[in-house]
Each structure stands twice: as structure tokens, then as C-alpha cells.
């Protein structure tokens, strides 16, 4: 089905909200001759996202790149985030291999950074209108599909019209909820909270992620010799972490394997947090409707993906939808080839976030994989494509990746039997035959 033929049009395309979504998606299509009104509530130009994981992730440097926002991130000091990850069985330390290219990398950068930027290049995009203080209030239906949007300004009510309208408008999205669009909903067992440092080193200058099985931590340096610092314990420990949330923060960070020094760095923020972050997915799409970013799909924070996938279903919609977006296509048709590449790409991780989300300690193939990327560097970089959602769980969790794991695994129980069997000769002993 189409479009109904008496549709007037005030745009191509209308985006709700801002944000990294949104104006990425605003740019790509007016890029490819698709006009576009792109909505955002908040009236400052400056404004941004507090609670974020601040990382790109890998995944997202094509996006960037496309974007041209690359050299701008690198001239902002955006820090380029390697990582290494603390499991019961030691560092995992990913490096790129001897005679290998350097490995695949994203940003870390502080949402303060990055909103203000990309929204600026949305607004300076030849075919984008961005209209700050506009805050959706209701859809504008015509034979079952959504025809535009009612909008609340500073100039009073209004109503847009377009072929389609687009909720980037974040996990508690009001064009899914208009739309009739419903979230499935998975309970996270964890809790967080994050404040930023300045002064805080960090071993090899790189990102930090702990597995404490089941609470987890992360530290990421960003731009301007800043530090986000996050702890994401069971909530389990939730009645006596509030109890003292500042000194809790600070026992928990001390008592993490390698610690930061957290108490000689300067803390810049308050602690902030979150004590019910559950995860959501919804349908991304509607006749007339496609939701991106996290109106679409929320992930589990701890995985630092959300800036990443919200990049990139930006990109996919746009793929998919910009000829028929300005006129040239079936609509229903491009929506429907955009849900399935979103689909295809992003459940599979979402699914195992899931389940990761209980704040279970690991399972039995997690145990194989992550204590195999701890002893060998193949295994590391292989662990290191996944997490930055460079392949998926299917490759990640392949045959021969198991195999691989299975190996090392072995090799390293058979050379630690070894060593323990090996007989020890009191010193100055003679040795015999």
C-alpha cells in the first residue's frame, strides 16, 4: 500500500528529536535530495545527553565517516577506544596482530562533545530545516498510516505533513507511543551510576571494563582529559549502595582488580545514575512511521552500543528509504526491507544482552570464549571484533571460533598440569639420570 494521492506535503521526511539519530539520519537524507524537518523539544543548541557510556563504538566509524565528522571528532580530542576487559581469568588485552593492519576503532567522546556537533551539521545540510523547540504532541493520521505530526512551538500548535515521519526520539519515544507502536520490555538486573574525572590514568592510557560476574564497571577516557567512571552492580546491593551513594561509589571503584586511582583525580560531575534501566524493542516500523536510535531498540548500557546502532539504523533507514521518502519509490516497500536489515542486524546482539541483562554469572560458552581471549591474542581480537559489533553472534560464536577456544583452553590446563607435576630439586642437588 502507498501513500494516499490527496497526501499534502510540508516535507519530505519529519524527524523527532535531535539527538545522534536523528540528525544523522537528517544529514544522509538530504543528502540524497530528501527534505527534511528535524524536530528537536529542546531550544538550546548546546544541549546533550547526560547519562550516556559516551562511546562509538567501531561499528560506527563508517557512519562517521560518511558523515564527515571524523576529522572534526579527531580536532575535538575525541579519544580513539582501544579496550581491555578484566575476567576471573585475567586481561583481555586485544592488539592487532604482528604483520596485521591496526585494529578497528570508534571514539570515546563526552555527549557534550558530540550532540552539539552533529546537530549543527544537520542544520548548516542544504534540505534540512532544524526547528528547535518543537515538541511532538500528536500524529497525523489518514487511512490507517501516519501522514505528519502535531507539534508544540513557541509560536503555538502546528501541524507538519510528510511522507514520513521518523521517532529518534529516544527509549520512552512519543511517536511509537502515538503510533501505537508496543515495547517489549526485559528487566535489568543491574543498576549504575558514572561521574566524570579529570586526572584519573589508566593503564595504557585505554578503556577499562571489569566482569566482576554479575556487576560490572567501565572506565573510558574522553575528550579533554576527562574520564567517565561507571559501576553497574546487582541490584541485589541496591538498599545498602544508596544508603552512602557517594562513599559506595568510591569502596566499589577501590576494590576493582587494578584499580583506578580515584582518589588522587578530581571529580568534575555529581554521581548520577539509573536504578531501573530496563531493556526495550519495538517494531521499527509503521505504514508511514520508522523508528530509529533507541526508540527502535535499548540496549543494556553496560555494552556501551546505543550511540553505535543509533549511527547506524540512521544509516540503514536511509539506504532503504530515501528515493521513496522524496517521491520515487514504494514507501511500504523500502520500510519494510529497512525492518528486516535492522532486524537481521541488531537481534542477535540484543538477544544475548538479554539474557546477559539477569546479572547471571557467565554461562558455559561465555566461560570457554572469555578465559580463551584471556591466554591467547587471536581469541582477543576475535572477542574485540564482537564487542565493537563489528560481527555478529553467529560468527562470533562459529565452530571453529569454539573449536579455537576449546584448544587454547586445553593447551593451557595440559602446560599448568605440567608445571604442577614437574618435581621440584632442592638447590645445589645433584640431578640424576
Not at 550516556?52 to 557512519?63: F, G, I, K, M
Request: hydrophobic share 40%; net charge positive.
Amino acid at each position: 500500500m502507498t501513500e494516499p494521492e490527496s497526501a499534502g506535503h510540508d516535507y519530505d521526511v519529519v524527524i523527532s528529536g535531535a539527538g545522534l539519530a536523528g540528525s544523522a539520519a537528517a544529514i544522509l537524507l538530504a543528502r540524497r535530495g530528501v527534505r527534511v524537518a528535524l524536530l528537536e523539544r529542546r531550544s538550546d543548541p548546546e544541549a546533550y545527553k547526560v547519562l550516556c557510556t559516551h562511546s562509538l563504538t567501531a561499528n560506527a566509524y563508517p557512519v562517521l565517516d560518511e558523515l564527515g565528522l571524523v576529522p572534526a571528532l579527531e580536532k575535538a580530542g575525541a579519544v580513539r577506544n582501544e579496550a581491555r576487559w578484566y575476567t576471573r581469568w585475567g586481561w583481555i588485552e586485544p592488539k592487532a596482530a604482528p604483520a596485521g593492519p591496526e585494529l578497528p576503532y570508534g571514539y570515546n567522546v563526552r555527549r557534550s562533545t558530540l550532540d552539539p556537533l552533529i546537530r549543527s551539521r544537520a542544520a548548516q545540510t542544504p534540505g534540512v530545516d532544524l526547528l528547535p523547540g518543537h515538541h511532538v504532541t500528536g500524529l497525523v493520521r489518514e487511512a490507517g498510516r501516519t501522514v505528519g505530526v502535531r507539534a508544540a512551538t513557541p509560536e503555538g500548535e502546528r501541524e507538519i505533513r510528510a511522507r514520513l515521519v521518523v521517532g529518534a526520539d529516544g527509549k520512552d519515544s512519543a511517536v511509537a507511543k502515538f503510533a501505537g507502536v508496543p515495547a517489549r520490555s526485559y528487566e535489568n538486573a543491574r543498576f549504575g551510576y558514572l561521574a566524570h574525572f579529570r586526572n584519573l590514568p589508566l593503564r595504557g592510557g585505554i578503556g577499562q571494563t571489569w566482569f566482576l560476574e554479575p556487576d560490572m564497571a567501565y572506565a573510558f577516557p574522553n575528550d579533554g582529559g576527562v574520564t567517565v567512571l561507571a559501576v553497574l552492580p546487582d541490584k541485589k546491593r541496591l538498599p545498602a549502595f544508596r544508603e552512602d551513594l557517594e562513599g559506595s561509589f568510591l569502596e566499589f571503584v577501590r576494590a576493582l582488580p587494578e584499580a583506578p586511582p580515584i582518589d588522587s583525580a578530581e571529580r568534575i560531575t555529581k554521581i548520577i545514575g539509573t536504578v531501573n534501566y530496563p531493556l526495550h524493542s519495538r517494531k521499527p516500523t509503521a505504514p508511514g512511521l520508522a523508528l530509529i536510535g533507541d526508540a527502535a531498540l535499548t540496549s543494556d548500557p553496560l555494552w556501551g552500543v546505543g550511540c553505535g546502532w543509533a549511527l547506524q539504523s540512521a544509516q540503514w533507514l536511509t539506504e532503504a528509504v530515501a528515493p521513496a521518502a522524496s517521491g520515487r519509490g514504494d514507501l511500504d516497500r523500502s520500510l519494510a526491507l529497512y525492518a528486516r536489515t535492522h532486524r537481521r542486524r541488531l537481534q542477535g546482539h540484543q538477544s544475548l544482552a538479554v539474557d546477559y541483562a539477569k546479572a547471571r554469572p557467565f554461562n558455559p560458552i561465555e566461560r570457554l570464549v572469555f578465559s580463551a581471549a584471556a591466554r591467547d591474542e587471536s581469541m582477543a581480537r576475535h572477542m574485540y571484533l564482537f564487542a565493537s559489533r563489528l560481527i555478529g553472534p553467529l560468527r562470533f560464536l562459529n565452530p571453529l571460533a569454539v573449536a579455537k577456544a576449546s584448544a587454547v583452553n586445553i593447551k593451557h590446563r595440559r602446560a599448568a598440569a605440567s608445571r604442577e607435576a614437574k618435581p621440584e630439586h632442592p638447590r645445589g642437588a645433584r640431578r640424576t639420570r
